[in-house]
Structures are given as C-alpha cells and as structure tokens.
C-alpha cells in the first residue's frame, strides 16, 4: 500500500471493533451539538444537579470556598470563583474518538469528572456509539437536572467529522495504535486539546512530529496553547509518585538496575465472528496496526523507567540504547506476527552525583548536587540498565517494577509497594524505612506528617519488623505502599482525567499548565520512540541506539 493510500486507510477504514456501522441515508452528517455555556451565575438545577456529584462536585466546592462569608455569594464572586478554578466556565466539551475497551473506560471516568461534557462520540460499531449516547445522556442529565432527550450528542463513524464540531474543545483518541499519530496530529491542527492513550504514535517519524507541532507552538481557534497529554496514567497515581520522590530524594541512593515485567497467561485475543473481522478486532497481534507487546505493555515501564532514572522532573530521561529477544512461541497456531513473549535489555546514561564519606549526596551552596568530574572536565555518565520482560505464558506477580539502589530497593506494582534497605544503610538515620498504608492509623500519620520512623505499640517500627521479620527477607524492611482496596488503576487514570481538564481550564483562561502537565507529548514520545527502537532491535538482531533516530540541526 502506497503512503498516500495508507493515509486515506487511516481516515476512511478506522475501527475499534467487530461490529461496522450500517450505512444509512445522510450517514457522515454530525448532529448538531448543542452548547450550554455558563453566565455570570449559577442557575438552580445546574447547582443542585452538580451537588449531586458528592465531595468532587461544583456545588460542593463553592460551598466551602464560600462558607466564611455572611452571605450568599453574589453572580460575579461565583463567575470568579469559576474563572479562577476552571478557565471562565467549569463545563469542558469533549469528543471521544474510539469508545472500545480503553476509550469506553476512559468515557465513563470522563463522566465522573466534575463539569466534563461529553459531546460527541465516534466509532466504527454502531452497538458501542448507540450505548455511550444512552450513557452520556442519562448521565448529564441526572448531573444538570435537564431531560435525556435535552442532552445533544453528536455521533459519526467519521472522526473528522468530531474534529469539525466547533463545539469540541478536546478530543480523547483510544483507536488501534496505528491510528494514533495521524488522528492526534489532525486533532491538534484543527486546534483541539488531546488525550492520547499510549503508544503516542506508531512510527518514530510520527511521535516526532507531534512534539514539534505541539512545542512548536500549535494554538487553539483561540489563539490559546494547545494542551497534548498522553495515556502514562503512572505519572498521576499517588503510589507511583511516592516512589518517585523517594528514589529522587536519594532515600536508596544511586539507581544501579530498574527490573520490570507485564506477564499474563493469556494469549490477548477475542473470538471474531469471522475471518474478515479477525484483523479487525485482534488488530493488536499484527504488526501492520500494532507494535505488539512493547507498545501495549512495555510502554507504560519504559516510562517508568525514564521518569525513576531521571533527575526528578517527569519527563525524565531516555535510553541510551536497547538489546531485545522475541518470538512468537506459545500462539503460533493463529496468525498472529507479533510476538507472544519479549525480553528487553535498555541500557541509560546518567550523571554521577558526588557523595561525601558518609554515602550522602554532595550539594552546593545553592541546594545544586555536585556531580563527579570525567578526564575532560565534562560530567561523567554513569551507565545503568533496565531489564524488562514480558510474556503470555505465565501471569505471575502480573506487571510490577523493581528499583535497585546503592542503599536500598523499591518494589512498586498496583498491588501495593515494598522497600528494603541494604544492609551498609540500616544504620544511618536518614534512611529509615517509611510506610504509608493510608487504611493504618500509625501510617496515615507517616504519609501526612513526612515522617521517617512510625511508634508501633510503642516500640519503633524498625525493631518491631526485626523482631518480626517478612517471610523470605533479610531482616526487617518494610513495606512502604499498599493499594486503597485494589483501586489504584482506576485512581490512577481518573486523577489523569481530572488533571487534562484543568489543564484545558488552565489554558482556556490563558493560564500555564506545564507545572500541570505531568504526561505530556514528550513523555510520550520517548516511551514510545524506545518501544519502537526496541521492535528495530529484536527485527534486525542488533543494539539500537537513541542517537540513531535523533534529529539533526537543519
């Protein structure tokens, strides 16, 4: 297939599912979406319908800003409180393209975000478009107090139909990876806000052009800076981010290796009702529509990895270069040519920070770490690794990273976390172990307070856990997350959908939002980008390098 034909294949033959859209007169014409712009004040039933929402609802949240006051609060200190908190209105309009497994979950946790506006659906099953208006309908019109029937959605099995909707302000893009990058890089030219699920884009060239059409400058019809956020979820999940500020807070000392695997015992396919649909549906065990299994798992620990072997910023660093081995070993019986099991050796190149006799980090007078010196004066790079594998013939401990620094490891998994010290570290005071169990009185004071030593039955914890020592652990270190009722992948991606929202509010109004954006398109592309050098390195049977796929200076 040419490029050109390809491209046309991108927009005309999209699909997520098994069932196509029936054709019928006018098909292709979008409903007219209807606005419901908010004025100077609140009129009643979008108050009380929002104070329905519970804790996160508008209502709720006026009513606490408001409440030391001695009155009501007047229309204009409500259209403050609006612009200040939400960009000048709180309602964020959405079109969601590709409503299958992923984009109907991140649809329906759109729908609990206070002031998210669903309103426009496309996809190319007609069972999937019909149930998610139902949805939204039923949903907007229990939050705005309004009838379903009042409650405009518009529907296409054409995205570009949702890109012409002058009412969208932000698309989210869940369709088969190789659509990604021309629907995300359509979706910002015609000035919409994106959320794209990972893998950003599909080829190296792709996920390149979207960073410097986005960092170029892309504005909206408004003239207001485009905001592009990517699917790592990761960045936004507390228990994550409670590694990351342990390991940037040098409380394991230098990262020497980040161990990672997505293991399952399941051979990632769905019966099809027949053979013409079978590409279709399973379009993620062919290579003509997917990277297989390191753009669909590996990419969510290669982030990970950047972010962990960074300096502390979330767009992190990105490999240095990456051996892989693959194969196509347990379904070989379908038709599949994406690998059913992978391993990956990514090696990074990150700067030696200067230690003083103790182990402890050097810094400047300005709070600066001092770095080691090499023989020409430059920073010296130390070389680290990231090992990671993959496979769909066992589902044991199931997707899980593991951080192995000079003082201690991190185990972090949406089971829950586990950090142990070293030995040469169990004696220095500032590296205690922490735990931070919300659902544990004694901790819920440690994840509120900072602190680095809990009293259990009034002893310290360290000689608690050495008198009772894990199983099948030197000793007594300890475990430092647990999950708040197994939630933690679905807390993780609504407080990423919360976060685009404000986002969009933020640049609505003329805001920053970069302090916001933790997932943002370069994020995305180096996770990707290393996913994609990856596939290279296990197709051609050598080392691939960053540097390979750098851009040059024009």
Known sequence: MSEENKKESWRSEYSTGDEPVEKKAGAGKPEAAKTDDAGGGVPRRDFIGAAALGAGGIATGLSFYFRKGVKNPSAEEVKGWRAEHFGGGEKVRTGHIGVGNRGGSLLRTALQVPGSMPIAVCDKQASKIKDFKKSIQDVISRRDGKKSSEVAVQTSDD???????????????????????????????????????????????????????????????EGKDIVFQVGHQRHYSPLYQKAADMIHGDRIGEVATIRAQ????????????????????????????????????????????????????????????????????????????????????????????QRDAFGRVKKDSAGKLVYEKDPSGGIRKREV????????????????????????????????????????????????AEGTNPRRSHQKKILKSGATMAKLGGKPADKVLEENPLPHHEKHWSHFIEPIEGAYDKIETLLAVESFHKCVRLARAGNPFNEELRASARVGMNSAVAALMANIAMREDRTVYWDEFAKKPS
């Not at 279709?280 to 798992?297: A, H, K, P, Q, V």
Request: net charge negative; hydrophobic share 35%.
């Open 262 to 353: 997505w293991n399952q015992n399941d051979k990632i396919s769905r019966p099809a009702p027949s053979l013409e649909l079978e590409r279709i549906i399973n379009w993620r065990l062919y290579s003509e529509y997917s990277g297989g299994l390191t753009t669909e798992f590996a990419t969510h620990q290669i982030d990970v990895a950047n972010w962990f072997f960074g300096g502390g910023d979330h767009v992190g660093v990105a490999p240095h270069s990456v051996r892989g081995y693959g194969g196509v070993d347990w379904y070989y019986q379908d038709a599949r040519d994406t690998h059913d099991n992978i391993h990956l050796i990514f090696t990074y190149k990150v700067p030696a920070v």
């Open 385 to 432: 690794t990231f090992d990671y594998m993959c496979t769909m013939a066992n589902a044991h401990i199931g997707p899980s990273e593991l951080m192995l620094g000079r003082y201690g490891t991190i185990q972090v998994s949406l089971a829950g976390g586990e950090f142990w010290k070293e030995k040469k570290a169990r004696q220095d005071e500032n590296r205690i």
């Open 159 to 221: 995205y570009r139909r949702i890109l012409d909707n002058k009412d969208v302000e932000a698309v989210f893009i869940a369709t088969p990876h190789y659509l990604h990058g021309p629907m995300a890089i359509d979706a910002v030219e015609a000035g919409k806000h994106v959320y794209c699920e990972k893998a950003m884009a599909f080829t190296i060239g792709e996920n390149q052009d979207i960073v410097d059409l986005v960092e170029g400058g892309a504005k909206t019809p």
